[in-house]
């Protein structure tokens, strides 16, 4: 039988379940009535989480200038939001683990993941928008349905990677499976309930017409070529991937797509570093 795109989400929701703290949160958030130190308690009550999460906000990723080192001043400095971006975060990463597969590569996953998201934060933060966490999210999560495809049906996942010279990965998914990557990501997060900002970009970043149209879609559809370019640098260019008409359309410079692939490159090793040290901390 072939499996859809439904199946392939389905078999990860069912092994795998959000953390209360992520339900619980996205509840206060929504019903506007919530204080800070409500939010706080809530992550309080994981310690595991707590550490990850003080770990991830003193990490190179926020800069913050000076340390934080409680659970109750980060949600004070960096607002619910942001914090709620953090336990969706370490959740993507514990998930990340549970579902990494030999089918397919895992050190150009992670990067190409990472990669992503420190991109469209980046350029999220130089065209002034706000919640640029979020944008590091949607980079993060935008190919979580490899692992899926992977976690199912290894010998399917293979074939998705072996995407010929000339051809982009997503059209080599499309042939293969009859969606791509983007369309599983998104079911996921789906299913899981998590909030429309993150899936609705992530099922559109290949939509060329949405992401001249949509900031937070153009952003990620930017984010995830230029991880592309930096992770198959012999394969792609920028120049390729992107057309005049996208960068205009976000008010986004050349000289800025330097400087994000630039700080993409310098800040990458930290962060892969810190969410799977198994695999790029240096024995």
Known sequence: ?????????????????????????????DDGQSSAEDIANIVALDPSLSSKLL???NSALYNFPSEISTISRAVNVIGGKSLYNLVVTETARTAFK????????LERFWQQSVYAGLIARQLAQEIGMRDIERYFLLGLLHNFGELAVAHSAPETATECQAFAETQLPWEQQKRVL??????????????????????????NQHNKTLAVKQTDVGLLYVAVRLALVIVY????????????????????????IKQAIKFARIEAYKILVLMNPELFLIP
């Open 1 to 29: 039988m072939i499996m859809q795109v439904t199946d392939y989400a389905m078999a990860i929701t069912n092994s795998f379940v959000l953390p209360d703290a992520c339900t619980r949160i996205k509840e206060l958030l």
């Open 178 to 203: 009859g969606f791509t990557y983007a369309d599983c990501s998104s079911e996921i997060l789906m299913l899981w309930n998590l909030p429309s900002s993150l899936f609705t970009p992530i099922a």
């Open 55 to 57: 770990q991830l906000a």
């Open 98 to 105: 549970e579902f990494e597969n030999s089918a397919i590569d």
């Open 233 to 256: 640098k012999d394969r792609f260019a920028a120049e390729r991937l992107l057309s005049e008409d996208i960068l205009k359309s976000l008010s986004i410079t050349e000289i800025e």
